[in-house]
């Protein structure tokens, strides 16, 4: 199945259930409308998805800032307000993909949830959103969808929501009314820094547990108003900064982002390069050492975790056999066996003052065996390169190769991939493509995926 039209097919198959009489959330769905359609909205209309994603993913209101950035960040690219059309947009848009999953990457996420045990997060974003266990048949779906790979968690976590109905949209309503309250009540000035460090997100996950579809609206507001003075007497603890660094001739995120954090806070550094590098290890100034991509750090003072990064060439390869023909000047149809061997595509990034930039280097070498008497065989090798666009861009380039064997024009077609990939091969990256063109009554065509081979560091 095509990962990406995997969140379209889950919104239609719980439409279709919807139509049905079903009530689980697994096989529920919610009305879309086309991403095309959606106006760009004040940040502020932003607000309450906000607060759903991060109720659903964080079991927490969200704070103040976060509230204000993401808002901002997703009114800036547009976004559909509502979960149906953004699982929908999910599909086609870049944007969508990185803003939706960047959340699954955050530092929180990380601390939260076991990498390997993904029924225990679904579980946990049910247990957030309607203060119960999955049901085995929704939480085997969700779990086998993330393991897969068809689906990310932030993705299960906005389509379980997506599916809610009866007592279930309830409960979600009012444990975002709640977030939306408790928020409010801490975005003051002098006491939006009370709502930090783990004591305080504690109290506040607390407090959206006892929020239920069944809560009036005077005993929510009662909820969220007891919790403040809770809030604020948990001890302040002195605060350091954790600074954060890519360094290398490389690219990658180092995360968290760079940030004050409490006294004892315990946090995972991560180093993730992009698709056309690789980590290269941490710097010695780093609190980090070793190979790996990750540590756990103990904050007792200022720190620095620096991670270096070197670029990479990406190797694709593959082959291609067709039967073609065509005819010659003199009338005579030849026939051949084309064997196009050894085909190599290289892409390979430089990171300079000015940007980025991508090349692209297609070898390879074919045979044409005649299958029909006095036709010539033949054979030729290519070696081209192209620059090619930026990240998360296609690009389609062709090789022009004219022989006794025909004019065979070979294709090579794939897309620079972008933030949303991470270091993770995509299917289909790579594609070629082979036909006889410009010749009298020629006939032939293939096409084939490329295969990924290997990774070096760019020489």
């Keep these: 199945m095509d990962k990406k039209s995997y969140p379209v097919l889950v919104l239609t198959l719980s439409l279709a259930m919807t139509g049905c009489g ?50 901002n960040a997703y009114r800036q690219a547009n976004i559909p307000l509502d979960i149906g059309s953004l699982l929908t947009a999910y599909d086609s848009s870049p944007t969508v993909k990185y803003l939706v999953d960047i959340f699954g990457r955050s530092l929180e996420s990380q601390d939260l949830y076991d990498d390997n045990d993904h029924a225990a997060f679904v579980n946990s974003v049910y247990r957030n959103l309607y203060n119960r266990d999955a049901e085995p048949q929704g939480r085997d779906f969700w779990t086998k969808a993330i393991t897969d790979g068809v689906l990310t968690k932030p993705v299960v976590a906005l389509a379980i929501m997506g599916g809610a109905q009866g007592t279930d949209s309830e409960s979600i309503s009012k444990k975002v009314a709640a977030a939306s309250h408790f928020t409010s009540l801490f975005t003051p000035a002098d006491l ?75 946090i995972t550094v991560r180093a993730q390069p992009d698709y056309f590098s690789e980590f290269a290890g941490w710097s010695q100034r780093s609190v980090c050492a070793g190979g790996l991509g990750g540590c756990r750090v103990t904050i007792e003072s200022d720190t620095v975790a620096e991670a270096r ?123 070629m493509s082979l036909r006889y063109a410009n010749a009298k009554n020629a006939k032939g065509e293939a096409h084939i995926p490329m295969s990924l081979l290997h990774r070096r560091r760019a020489r």
Excluded: H
């Design 22 to 71: 079903g009530s689980d959330p697994v096989t529920e769905g919610v009305m879309s409308r086309s991403a095309a359609s959606v106006t760009v909205a004040p940040a502020t209309d932003y607000n309450e998805l906000i607060q759903r994603i991060y109720v659903a993913y964080f079991g927490r209101p969200a704070d103040a800032e976060g509230l204000a950035f993401w808002s």
């Design 192 to 266: 939006a820094s009370a709502y930090s460090g783990n004591a305080a997100i504690s109290v506040a996950r607390r407090t959206l547990n006892k929020i239920t579809g069944s809560t009036t609206a005077i005993d929510l507001e009662e909820i969220v108003r007891l919790s403040v003075p809770e809030v604020i007497r948990v001890p302040t603890l002195p605060a350091y900064k954790l600074a954060t660094y890519a360094a290398g001739a490389g690219r990658g995120t180092v995360t968290p982002v760079s940030g004050t954090f409490r006294e004892g806070e315990q």
């Design 309 to 431: 990064f070197d670029p990479t060439e990406v190797f694709f390869g593959g082959e291609m056999t067709l039967n073609a023909s065509r005819e010659t000047d003199d009338g005579r149809i030849c026939r051949w066996n084309v064997v196009w061997e050894k085909i190599d595509v290289v892409i390979r990034t430089a990171y300079t003052a000015s940007g980025r930039t991508n090349t692209l280097r297609v070898t390879g070498k074919f045979d044409a065996a005649p299958l029909t008497e006095d036709c010539d065989p033949s054979s030729q090798t290519i070696d081209k390169t192209f620059n090619i666009p930026p990240i998360g861009r296609s690009f389609n380039e062709t090789v022009m190769v004219v022989d006794g064997a025909g004019d065979q024009l070979l294709t090579v077609a794939g897309e620079v991939p972008g933030p949303g990939y991470g270091n993770i091969l995509p299917a289909g990256l790579v594609t």
